[in-house]
């Protein structure tokens, strides 16, 4: 049984897209979500205006 | 015949074949043998395309005895990574997945293009699994061997282009380069990389990693023959969305304009953490030879840094997805297991990543109105150990695969084109980034002549074999 937040979360996202995510996979999984995880953050606490572009925006 | 190829130049080559005193046979043959001979050291090809080369360089000596013209790279030997496609090879991307695919029905553009110019393909690279990697190791092909110390890391994720030039199988391979993949084995294996800016140069028919990081470009053991591929492959496409429309525009012409006038800083803060003595000596030679006094701040380095890998992990899951709920365990279980986790951040997260890197571009193209040209390490370090899993940087374990790519990230972000230069250090070499604005790889190519001219830098002969 997953006993963590973080853990809860990996088997909602993995139900939620058809992932497998056998048990013995789980601890690489997590490691590496929680460095995506505190990378992202570093990005969102950047305050941006709101008009910003992503740089995904295209020229038609 | 007079003239033996073993150790020239791309551009010797295609010269003494153009002149009749080589012929692209000869020198096709050379280049086979040289791989029979030490790849099973290097272990950097995956596949060696020996009749087609055999056909291309009989073609080529027989346009030669009509009296037709041939291209500037008449007879030139090169290789590819295995994810350009090669009619009649499975795209394998490093993967063990991807060879039940259908066998390439054309090339590449760019082999296609590399092929126009004269050049004959000799075979396939090496790689780390579908490109997310920096190590140059493959659970699937074995690790590609650095010419230097075989027991070290080539770098990844072109690690069999940065062997195979390196150990002067060829004189000219192409790699892919979306958050370093040319810059590091250019910096482990002591050779010329060239990662474009984003968009110059045609992705068509090779196997992508994420989309809007991606770029293909050559590695060679000098800047001549560099500017002489990139030169060949420039123009637009439209089999790619990305490739630009801009005219081609010959650098091979511009390398001996020199560099006056030319502003040159060097890059601080961030770009001078977290590095090794050997790093630090390489930046401060070429600071020297290129006479930089001036230090200029890229802005939010470590974030950009921390974007792109937010932006690499999710739009590489979104890649692999199907591959991932199908076939997971005929991945490398780390390349799985990165994949995995990119599928589950937040989409928030990643759209604010996109709206940070249109933030920091505009911020760090401010910094090109006042200079031309920013020098940065390549890496952090030496080529590490092949299975290194950590290295000790003031005092503090590090893990080595997430920080060999630190300083080549927050550049390639924003597509800026780059040229990594091999510093000749004892005992390994270790490369420096030469940076440039957009569409401005004249100036990063002109100021890598400048400083090969100099001896500042250059591609050391192999040690290890």
């Not at chain 2, 005895?65 to 090879?89: E, I, R, T």
């Not at chain 2, 297991?337 to 760090?364: C, H, N, S, T």
Request: proline residues 8%; charged residues 20%; contains cysteine.
């Amino acid at each position: 049984m997953a006993a963590d937040p973080l853990d809860n979360y990996i088997d909602a996202v993995a139900k939620a897209l058809a992932l497998p995510v056998e048990e013995a996979w789980r601890p690489a999984v997590r490691a590496n979500l929680e460095v995506s995880l505190r990378l992202a953050r570093l990005v969102d606490e950047f305050p941006l205006p709101d008009e910003t572009e992503p740089a995904s925006v295209y020229t038609a | 015949m007079t003239v033996n190829s073993d150790g020239l130049s791309a551009q010797q080559i295609a010269q003494a074949v153009a002149g009749g005193k080589l012929s692209a046979l000869d020198a096709t043959e050379a280049a086979l043998a040289r791989i029979a001979k030490y790849d099973s050291v290097l272990n950097s090809f995956t596949d060696i395309t020996a009749n087609r080369a055999r056909a291309k360089a009989r073609a080529a000596d027989a346009a030669i005895a009509a009296g037709q013209k041939v291209g500037p790279l008449a007879g030139v030997p090169f290789a590819v990574k295995n994810l350009f496609d090669v009619k009649g090879l499975a795209t394998r991307a490093g993967s063990k997945i991807n060879r039940d695919l259908a066998l390439s029905p054309r090339d590449a553009t760019l082999i296609e293009r590399m092929e126009a110019a004269g050049a004959v393909l000799v075979g396939a690279l090496n790689m780390g699994e579908y490109a997310y990697d920096f190590t140059g190791e493959n659970v699937h092909d074995g690790p590609s061997r650095n010419p230097h110390d075989p027991t070290r890391m080539t770098g990844g994720s072109s690690g069999g282009s940065g062997s195979a030039v390196a150990g002067a199988l060829v004189p000219i391979a192409l790699g892919s380069d979306t958050n370093g993949s040319i810059r590091v084995p250019s910096s482990f294996c002591g050779v010329f990389g060239l990662k474009p800016t984003y968009g110059r140069l045609s992705r068509a028919r090779s196997f992508p990693f994420v989309a809007s990081l991606d770029h293909l470009g050559p590695l060679a053991r000098n800047v001549g023959d560099l500017a002489l591929a990139y030169d060949a492959m420039q123009g637009p496409d439209a089999d790619d969305a990305a490739c630009t429309t801009r005219p081609v525009e010959p650098v091979a012409p511009l390398l001996a304009q020199g560099i006056d006038g030319l502003r040159v800083a060097v890059a601080g803060g961030y770009f001078q953490k977290n590095v090794f003595p050997e790093a630090v000596e390489a930046v401060a030679r070429i600071a020297k030879a290129l006479n930089a006094t001036k230090t200029v701040e890229i802005p939010e380095a470590a974030r950009a840094r921390a974007a792109a890998y937010v932006i690499t992990t999710t739009e590489g899951a979104s890649l692999h997805l199907d591959r991932l709920r199908q076939r997971p365990n005929d991945f490398d279980p780390a390349v799985r297991d990165r994949l995995i986790a990119g599928a589950m951040v937040p989409a928030p997260l990643v759209d604010r990543a996109q709206k940070f890197r249109r933030w920091y571009r505009e911020r760090v193209l401010e910094l090109f109105q006042s200079v031309d040209v920013i020098i940065a390490p390549a890496t952090p370090c030496i080529a590490p150990k092949l299975g290194q899993v950590t290295f000790t940087l003031d005092g503090v374990e590090l893990p080595v695969r997430a920080n060999i790519g630190i300083h080549t990230q927050p550049i390639s972000f924003i597509g800026l084109p780059v040229v990594a230069v091999p510093v000749p250090l004892e005992p390994m070499p270790i490369g420096v980034q030469i940076i440039a604005a957009p569409w401005r790889e004249d100036i990063a190519l002109r100021v890598a002549h400048a400083l090969e001219r100099m001896g500042a830098v250059a591609a050391p002969a192999p040690r290890g074999l």
